[in-house]
């Protein structure tokens, strides 16, 4: 089993190529799909977030209000630290779960923005990095989410810089410009990883 680490930050279009590799036979363990899940309406999870933040952070059918927390945690450090030591643990846990479910020559690419935040690169046998410009980042969650620009800066402060995901990157991938530079980038990526892999390149 090859161990990659995926990461990149908000806006990067990490979750794009994460969809490609999929489409190629990668194995997706998606740390943000997993931090909705162990949140879901009945969890613990969630019932630790709502006794942390309060019912404030719920939508009217009970489920979480991500934005509305989102907006609180990301202007306070301290509060985002508390949400992170509710949240992480499960998500590590549930990771590990579907790890377990994998075949035994898969390629695991594990879908994670915190991995430089967290001190994780070590965790895999390699990390790739979906780099793209500050500005670029900015445009993307503005025009494509909707955020106010001031949100979005914020958001992206609150990540790594841009120069410490690069400095822990054994590849990069630059998604500054077109899909299909992208595509042939993500193709090329393949390639390498299941010749490290061993997996036949043909194989679904």
Do not use: C
């Not at 509710?86 to 923005?113: K, T």
């Amino acid at each position: 089993m090859l161990s990659v680490g995926l990461t990149g930050g908000i806006g990067s279009g990490k979750s794009e190529v994460s969809r490609r590799l999929a489409e190629r036979g990668a194995v997706i363990v998606d740390a943000d799909a997993v931090a909705r899940e162990v949140v879901e309406p009945g969890t613990p999870g969630l019932a630790e977030v709502v006794a942390e933040f309060g019912a404030g952070v719920l939508l009217a059918d009970g489920s979480l209000d991500r934005e509305k927390l989102g907006s609180i945690v990301f202007a306070d450090d301290a509060r985002r630290a508390r949400l992170n030591a509710i949240v992480h643990p499960r998500v590590g846990e549930r990771m590990r779960e579907l790890v377990e479910q994998a075949p035994p020559d898969a390629i695991v690419v594990y879908d994670v923005p915190l991995i430089a935040e967290n001190g994780l690169a070590g965790m895999y046998d390699l990390v790739v990095v979906v780099d793209t410009p500050v500005e670029e980042q900015v445009r993307r969650l503005t025009e494509s989410r909707g955020m106010i620009e001031a949100d979005a800066r914020a958001r992206i402060a609150a990540q790594a810089t841009r120069e410490k995901r690069l400095a822990i990157a054994d590849r990069v991938i630059d998604n500054s410009g077109t899909l299909d530079g992208l595509a042939a980038q993500v193709d090329e990526l393949w390639g390498e990883l299941t010749r490290r892999s061993g997996v036949p390149v043909g194989d679904p």
